[in-house]
């Protein structure tokens, strides 16, 4: 499926961000299903891509990626400055030109997430991920990671959790600092997207402004937490797919 996917990879825009400058590396060791420690001591976080909570999927996930590395020819592409755990976020490219993610979320072992300072660098790991779950791959297999209905009263349950969640959006209220996207009248009890007021410019320039999405079925990722009932805070543009018209 990998492969499959891979295909559509030729489509994908050139970036010539500095952000996005890609240099070999050498691997030493798999640390976890999403972390890597190369030659030179350097931890790498694996970029765009949310490992499972399960045991068995998590080691279904590292075993995969110490297998597609395990070849050498390995490069980095979009390399940030590290985190607070020492951690430097990136795309991993193998010998092919494909990225890990992309081979990883395309065979349905790992969903895609976008977190903040992350360059993906034109990969589109959501056609992977759609891809790996119309065909029911990995993951996608079962229903512990379904997708969630913005209407599902168990939502709550997910709290802490990462959740990818769909439903029809019935209106959209902005406040002094933040704009809340709501799936239900019921503003102390349904479920509730987030964006804070100063992103508001971005998801315009994305194609996705947020006035624009009242009535509009979408779906939403990231981790739930509690505020007047279910909600997700939304920081990336990518982390909010319009699914219904254009």
């Known amino acids: 499926m990998a492969l499959v996917l891979g295909g559509l990879v030729g489509g994908q825009p050139a970036f010539a961000d500095e952000a996005c400058t890609t240099r070999p590396v050498e691997i030493a060791a798999v640390e976890s299903a ?21 045991a068995g999927d998590a080691a279904a996930l590292r075993s995969a990626v110490a297998e597609l590395l395990a070849g050498g020819g390995i490069s980095l592409r979009g390399e940030g400055p590290p985190d607070r ?7 991993v490219i193998l010998p092919d030109g494909l990225s890990l993610q992309w081979s990883v979320v ?16 034109g990969e589109r790991l959501l056609v992977a991920e759609d891809g790996a779950r119309a065909s029911h791959l ?11 209905r913005a209407d ?29 996207l709501d799936f239900g009248r019921n503003f102390r009890r349904d479920f ?19 006035e624009s999405l009242a009535n509009r079925v979408i779906r939403v990722r990231g981790v739930v937490e ?5 909600a997700i805070r939304v920081d990336n543009p990518d982390a909010i797919e319009v699914l219904d018209g254009d």
Not at 106 to 121: N, T
């Open 34 to 54: 999403t972390t890597i420690r190369l030659g030179d001591g350097v931890m790498v976080q694996l970029a765009g891509i949310d490992p499972p909570s399960g």
């Open 152 to 180: 599902d009263p168990s939502l709550l349950e997910q709290i802490g959790l990462y959740a990818l969640v769909e439903g029809r959006v019935v209106s959209v209220g902005a406040g002094s600092r933040i704009v809340f």
């Open 85 to 91: 755990y020492n951690l430097v976020h990136a795309m």
């Open 226 to 230: 509690e505020n007047n009932g279910p």
């Open 106 to 121: 395309a065979d349905g072992l790992a969903r895609v997430r976008f977190l903040p300072g992350e360059a993906l660098c």
């Open 138 to 148: 990995g993951l996608w297999a079962g229903h512990e990671y379904a997708i969630w």
């Open 192 to 210: 509730t997207a987030m964006v804070a007021s100063s992103d508001a410019a971005r998801f315009s320039a994305a194609g996705k402004k947020l």
